[in-house]
Protein backbone atom coordinates (compact mmCIF):
# COMPACT_ATOMS: atom_id res chain seq x y z
CA UNK A 1 0.00 0.00 0.00
CA UNK A 2 1.47 3.84 -0.74
CA UNK A 3 0.83 5.51 2.16
CA UNK A 4 -0.07 9.34 1.12
CA UNK A 5 0.36 12.46 3.55
CA UNK A 6 -2.97 13.46 4.93
CA UNK A 7 -3.83 17.10 5.89
CA UNK A 8 -6.36 17.41 9.22
CA UNK A 9 -9.02 20.09 8.79
CA UNK A 10 -8.08 21.19 11.88
CA UNK A 11 -4.75 22.95 12.96
CA UNK A 12 -5.20 20.59 16.39
CA UNK A 13 -4.38 17.72 15.12
CA UNK A 14 -1.96 17.01 11.86
CA UNK A 15 -0.32 13.84 11.15
CA UNK A 16 0.97 11.66 8.76
CA UNK A 17 -1.55 8.14 7.56
CA UNK A 18 0.60 5.51 7.58
CA UNK A 19 0.47 2.05 6.80
CA UNK A 20 -0.41 1.16 10.34
CA UNK A 21 -3.54 2.92 10.16
CA UNK A 22 -6.37 0.49 10.74
CA UNK A 23 -9.30 3.08 9.61
CA UNK A 24 -8.93 6.42 7.61
CA UNK A 25 -11.86 8.28 6.46
CA UNK A 26 -11.74 11.10 4.38
CA UNK A 27 -14.52 13.52 3.03
CA UNK A 28 -17.30 11.23 4.03
CA UNK A 29 -21.05 12.61 3.24
CA UNK A 30 -23.93 10.44 4.28
CA UNK A 31 -27.52 10.66 3.44
CA UNK A 32 -31.09 9.51 4.49
CA UNK A 33 -32.86 9.43 1.83
CA UNK A 34 -33.07 13.38 0.93
CA UNK A 35 -31.47 14.22 4.52
CA UNK A 36 -28.09 14.98 4.13
CA UNK A 37 -26.60 14.09 7.44
CA UNK A 38 -22.86 14.12 7.58
CA UNK A 39 -20.70 16.51 5.71
CA UNK A 40 -17.01 15.60 4.88
CA UNK A 41 -16.10 13.77 8.12
CA UNK A 42 -12.01 13.09 8.47
CA UNK A 43 -11.02 10.85 10.99
CA UNK A 44 -8.09 7.96 11.50
CA UNK A 45 -7.29 5.30 13.98
CA UNK A 46 -3.77 3.56 13.90
CA UNK A 47 -3.92 0.19 14.83
CA UNK A 48 -4.29 -0.16 18.69
CA UNK A 49 -5.43 3.13 19.29
CA UNK A 50 -8.64 4.32 20.94
CA UNK A 51 -10.80 6.95 19.17
CA UNK A 52 -13.40 8.82 20.82
CA UNK A 53 -15.83 10.55 19.18
CA UNK A 54 -17.26 13.46 21.19
CA UNK A 55 -20.91 15.69 20.00
CA UNK A 56 -24.33 15.92 21.29
CA UNK A 57 -27.12 14.04 20.61
CA UNK A 58 -27.85 15.05 16.77
CA UNK A 59 -24.18 15.78 15.67
CA UNK A 60 -23.63 12.71 13.75
CA UNK A 61 -21.52 10.48 15.60
CA UNK A 62 -24.18 7.36 15.09
CA UNK A 63 -24.34 8.29 11.77
CA UNK A 64 -20.65 8.04 11.22
CA UNK A 65 -20.35 4.78 12.49
CA UNK A 66 -23.39 3.77 10.39
CA UNK A 67 -21.59 5.34 7.00
CA UNK A 68 -18.37 3.45 8.00
CA UNK A 69 -20.24 -0.10 8.09
CA UNK A 70 -22.08 1.20 5.26
CA UNK A 71 -25.51 1.21 6.70
CA UNK A 72 -26.49 4.58 5.47
CA UNK A 73 -29.11 5.14 2.30
CA UNK A 74 -26.25 6.45 0.71
CA UNK A 75 -23.03 8.05 1.02
CA UNK A 76 -19.52 9.14 -0.87
CA UNK A 77 -16.16 9.92 -0.12
CA UNK A 78 -13.39 7.12 1.17
CA UNK A 79 -13.71 5.11 3.81
CA UNK A 80 -10.64 2.95 4.02
CA UNK A 81 -10.08 -0.30 6.03
CA UNK A 82 -6.37 -1.22 6.85
CA UNK A 83 -6.14 0.64 3.15
CA UNK A 84 -8.69 -1.13 1.74
CA UNK A 85 -11.38 1.21 -0.26
CA UNK A 86 -14.89 -0.04 1.13
CA UNK A 87 -17.18 3.40 0.14
CA UNK A 88 -18.76 1.27 -2.92
CA UNK A 89 -18.92 -2.12 -0.74
CA UNK A 90 -21.75 -3.66 1.07
CA UNK A 91 -22.11 -3.68 4.98
CA UNK A 92 -20.89 -7.45 4.63
CA UNK A 93 -17.80 -6.98 2.65
CA UNK A 94 -16.85 -3.84 6.00
CA UNK A 95 -17.66 -7.09 7.93
CA UNK A 96 -14.89 -8.88 6.35
CA UNK A 97 -12.22 -6.84 7.17
CA UNK A 98 -12.69 -7.58 10.47
CA UNK A 99 -14.77 -4.00 11.23
CA UNK A 100 -17.36 -5.23 14.05
CA UNK A 101 -20.22 -2.66 14.90
CA UNK A 102 -22.09 -2.61 18.53
CA UNK A 103 -25.13 -0.34 17.79
CA UNK A 104 -26.95 0.99 20.65
CA UNK A 105 -30.01 -0.93 20.70
CA UNK A 106 -27.62 -4.13 20.89
CA UNK A 107 -29.71 -7.00 19.00
CA UNK A 108 -29.31 -9.47 21.98
CA UNK A 109 -31.41 -12.75 20.78
CA UNK A 110 -34.18 -12.84 24.21
CA UNK A 111 -35.18 -16.05 22.89
CA UNK A 112 -31.59 -17.82 23.20
CA UNK A 113 -29.38 -18.13 25.95
CA UNK A 114 -26.56 -16.17 27.08
CA UNK A 115 -24.01 -18.94 25.60
CA UNK A 116 -26.34 -19.17 22.37
CA UNK A 117 -26.02 -15.93 21.28
CA UNK A 118 -21.86 -16.44 21.38
CA UNK A 119 -21.94 -19.46 19.49
CA UNK A 120 -24.03 -17.79 16.90
CA UNK A 121 -21.71 -15.36 15.17
CA UNK A 122 -19.84 -17.00 12.02
CA UNK A 123 -15.98 -16.89 11.61
CA UNK A 124 -15.14 -13.36 9.85
CA UNK A 125 -13.94 -15.36 6.11
CA UNK A 126 -11.37 -12.05 5.47
CA UNK A 127 -10.75 -10.83 9.01
CA UNK A 128 -7.11 -10.79 10.45
CA UNK A 129 -8.07 -11.52 13.92
CA UNK A 130 -8.58 -14.96 15.91
CA UNK A 131 -11.85 -15.32 17.26
CA UNK A 132 -12.18 -15.24 21.36
CA UNK A 133 -13.17 -18.86 22.43
CA UNK A 134 -15.38 -19.13 25.06
CA UNK A 135 -13.33 -19.38 27.70
CA UNK A 136 -11.60 -16.18 26.82
CA UNK A 137 -14.78 -14.55 26.81
CA UNK A 138 -15.75 -15.53 30.18
CA UNK A 139 -12.14 -14.97 31.17
CA UNK A 140 -12.77 -10.50 30.16
CA UNK A 141 -16.64 -11.30 31.31
CA UNK A 142 -17.58 -13.15 34.73
CA UNK A 143 -20.67 -12.18 34.59
CA UNK A 144 -21.47 -13.72 31.29
CA UNK A 145 -19.48 -17.01 32.68
CA UNK A 146 -22.42 -16.53 35.75
CA UNK A 147 -25.53 -16.24 33.39
CA UNK A 148 -24.59 -18.41 30.45
CA UNK A 149 -27.66 -20.51 30.46
CA UNK A 150 -29.80 -17.32 31.11
CA UNK A 151 -32.43 -16.36 28.44
CA UNK A 152 -31.68 -12.84 26.95
CA UNK A 153 -34.59 -11.39 28.01
CA UNK A 154 -33.06 -12.62 32.14
CA UNK A 155 -29.77 -10.52 31.45
CA UNK A 156 -29.86 -7.45 32.75
CA UNK A 157 -28.73 -4.39 30.57
CA UNK A 158 -25.07 -4.20 31.55
CA UNK A 159 -24.93 -7.74 31.18
CA UNK A 160 -26.57 -7.33 27.63
CA UNK A 161 -24.20 -4.74 26.69
CA UNK A 162 -21.20 -6.65 27.66
CA UNK A 163 -23.08 -9.53 25.50
CA UNK A 164 -23.04 -7.65 22.88
CA UNK A 165 -19.49 -6.43 22.38
CA UNK A 166 -18.33 -10.43 23.63
CA UNK A 167 -20.86 -11.36 20.49
CA UNK A 168 -18.46 -9.35 18.73
CA UNK A 169 -15.20 -10.51 19.83
CA UNK A 170 -16.19 -14.21 18.93
CA UNK A 171 -16.34 -13.01 15.20
CA UNK A 172 -12.68 -12.20 14.89
CA UNK A 173 -12.99 -8.27 13.97
CA UNK A 174 -10.64 -6.34 15.36
CA UNK A 175 -11.55 -3.00 14.76
CA UNK A 176 -14.54 -2.29 16.92
CA UNK A 177 -17.12 0.46 16.05
CA UNK A 178 -19.07 0.92 19.42
CA UNK A 179 -21.58 3.02 19.99
CA UNK A 180 -22.82 4.55 23.27
CA UNK A 181 -22.02 1.65 25.45
CA UNK A 182 -22.13 3.29 28.82
CA UNK A 183 -25.59 4.62 28.45
CA UNK A 184 -27.65 3.92 31.46
CA UNK A 185 -25.42 1.70 32.99
CA UNK A 186 -24.93 1.16 36.49
CA UNK A 187 -21.22 2.79 37.68
CA UNK A 188 -20.03 -0.68 38.29
CA UNK A 189 -21.14 -1.99 34.76
CA UNK A 190 -19.48 1.16 33.42
CA UNK A 191 -16.05 0.12 34.75
CA UNK A 192 -16.41 -3.63 34.23
CA UNK A 193 -16.62 -1.59 30.25
CA UNK A 194 -14.10 0.72 30.89
CA UNK A 195 -11.56 -2.27 31.97
CA UNK A 196 -12.71 -4.76 29.02
CA UNK A 197 -11.53 -1.69 26.83
CA UNK A 198 -8.22 -1.19 28.21
CA UNK A 199 -7.51 -4.46 27.94
CA UNK A 200 -8.38 -5.21 23.93
CA UNK A 201 -6.18 -2.00 23.62
CA UNK A 202 -3.47 -3.99 25.04
CA UNK A 203 -3.89 -6.61 22.73
CA UNK A 204 -3.79 -4.30 19.91
CA UNK A 205 -7.53 -3.76 18.91
CA UNK A 206 -8.55 -0.84 17.38
CA UNK A 207 -12.10 0.79 19.00
CA UNK A 208 -13.52 4.19 17.48
CA UNK A 209 -15.97 5.14 20.47
CA UNK A 210 -19.00 7.07 20.30
CA UNK A 211 -19.99 8.46 23.67
CA UNK A 212 -21.94 10.94 25.31
CA UNK A 213 -20.32 10.32 28.67
CA UNK A 214 -17.00 12.05 29.03
CA UNK A 215 -16.25 11.13 32.01
CA UNK A 216 -16.17 7.08 30.60
CA UNK A 217 -14.18 8.01 27.23
CA UNK A 218 -11.88 10.52 28.49
CA UNK A 219 -9.34 8.46 30.75
CA UNK A 220 -9.66 5.92 27.78
CA UNK A 221 -8.83 7.59 24.49
CA UNK A 222 -5.47 8.49 22.48
CA UNK A 223 -7.13 11.32 20.21
CA UNK A 224 -10.44 13.00 20.36
CA UNK A 225 -12.90 14.44 17.64
CA UNK A 226 -15.71 16.42 18.55
CA UNK A 227 -18.47 15.98 16.16
CA UNK A 228 -21.33 19.52 15.32
CA UNK A 229 -23.88 19.57 12.45
CA UNK A 230 -22.60 16.36 10.74
CA UNK A 231 -18.55 17.45 10.77
CA UNK A 232 -15.84 17.43 12.61
CA UNK A 233 -15.48 20.53 14.43
CA UNK A 234 -12.10 20.05 16.51
CA UNK A 235 -9.47 17.10 16.92
CA UNK A 236 -6.76 17.06 19.29
CA UNK A 237 -4.32 14.04 21.22
CA UNK A 238 -5.16 12.87 25.04
CA UNK A 239 -2.11 15.31 26.09
CA UNK A 240 -4.20 18.17 25.52
CA UNK A 241 -7.28 17.19 26.86
CA UNK A 242 -6.81 19.61 29.99
CA UNK A 243 -6.27 22.62 27.17
CA UNK A 244 -9.59 21.91 25.44
CA UNK A 245 -11.81 21.65 28.57
CA UNK A 246 -13.25 24.92 28.35
CA UNK A 247 -13.92 24.85 24.76
CA UNK A 248 -15.32 20.67 25.39
CA UNK A 249 -17.43 22.34 28.06
CA UNK A 250 -19.05 24.70 25.54
CA UNK A 251 -19.72 22.25 23.16
CA UNK A 252 -20.92 19.93 24.96
CA UNK A 253 -22.53 20.91 28.20
CA UNK A 254 -20.31 18.81 30.23
Known amino acids: MNCSHIEDLH ?10 DALRVTGLEAWYGESHILHGVELRAA ?7 LGRNGSGRST ?18 DGHETIS ?40 GTPMSLEEIYAMFPNLAERRASQGTRLSGGEQQMLAIA ?6 ADILLLDE ?8 IVQTLARVIRLLKARGFTILLVEQNFRFAAPLADRFYVMEHGRIV ?6 RLVEKAAKLQALLNI
Not at 11 to 20: I, K, L, Q, S, Y
Not at 47 to 52: A, N
Open 11 to 20: DDVNVAATCE
Open 47 to 53: RGEVVTL
Open 64 to 81: TLKAIMGLTDTRSGSVRI
Open 89 to 128: GQPQTVARLGVGYCPEERGIFAALSCEENLLLPPRLRDAK
Open 167 to 172: RILRTG
Open 181 to 188: ISEGLAPV
Open 234 to 239: DAFESA
